[in-house]
């Protein structure tokens, strides 16, 4: 996979803005099912490097990576799990002819950082789905010890983070960066994660909000009182370890 995304990023060609944003300095391609942006409900991503993508993610092992995220959250977070297997089901029963990236997985979306030594400034993904934790693996040929390591800034931990190592963090509210490799190595990822505002789209009942206010205005003004609450109910979503070592015995 890491050789894969080392040889597309070297065929193709990269506008500046694409070499540098909020994220960091490489260039970085998402492909998917999204909402936002003036989008009037969830739709596929676009874009002139959509082929790109097309041409990666039909390798297998793209979908395999996905499959393994998928499961990782189901194992570590299996009530996060559950409610996004639910909410992947009500989208596609809304709008079937949506395609997902892959079968194998709850996520909507996954963004490829291409390198060839991702590292990411200090930042929040703060339109990804915070009951929600996204997936990020790690690839590349590099020194673990010496750099490539994940930092989650509000907790001060700073963890290594092997090639071929999954992680899994809340990215929406949780800031984090990793550090950068070393001269000479190379080092690419793959995330995946859903937007919160397919959550919200779904919760009001497919439609938009200025849509869901007008068409059912009490049931709006129930799930508006809802708002200042929503951080304890993504924190419910959560387990402990005690928890999963009790589903585990």
Not at 137 to 160: A, C, R
Request: glycine letters at 8%; proline letters at 4%; one cysteine or more.
């Amino acid at each position: 996979m890491s050789e894969l995304i080392l040889q597309a990023r070297s065929h193709a060609v990269w506008k500046k803005k694409e070499r540098n944003h909020k994220r960091g300095a490489f260039p970085a391609l998402a492909r998917g099912i999204s909402y936002g942006k003036g989008q009037p409900e969830p739709m596929r991503l676009g874009g002139e490097k959509q082929e790109v993508m097309q041409d990666l993610l039909q390798h297998n092992c793209f979908c395999r990576v996905a499959g393994f995220q998928s499961a990782a959250l189901a194992t570590w977070f299996p009530r996060c799990y559950k409610e996004a297997l639910h909410q992947k089901q009500q989208l596609h029963a809304l709008r079937p002819k949506l395609q997902f990236n892959f079968d194998n997985s709850v996520y909507s979306c996954m963004t490829v950082n291409f390198g060839p030594w991702t590292w990411t400034y200090i930042h929040t993904d703060s339109k990804n789905d915070p009951c929600l934790p996204c997936a990020v693996t790690s690839g590349g040929k590099y020194n673990w010890k010496l750099g490539g390591h994940m930092v989650l800034w509000d907790f001060g931990i700073v963890l290594e983070f092997l090639p071929g190592t999954t992680i899994l963090l809340s990215s929406a509210f949780l800031r984090h960066l990793n550090i950068p490799v070393s001269m000479g190595e190379t080092r690419v990822s793959v995330t995946q994660y859903t937007a919160g505002s397919i959550r919200r789209w779904l919760e009001y009942g497919g439609r938009t909000e200025e849509a869901f206010e007008v068409e059912d205005p009490e049931a709006y003004a129930v799930e508006m009182a809802r708002h200042s609450s929503r951080w304890m109910e993504a924190m419910s979503m959560y387990s402990t370890i005690e928890e999963l070592k009790a589903g585990l015995q």
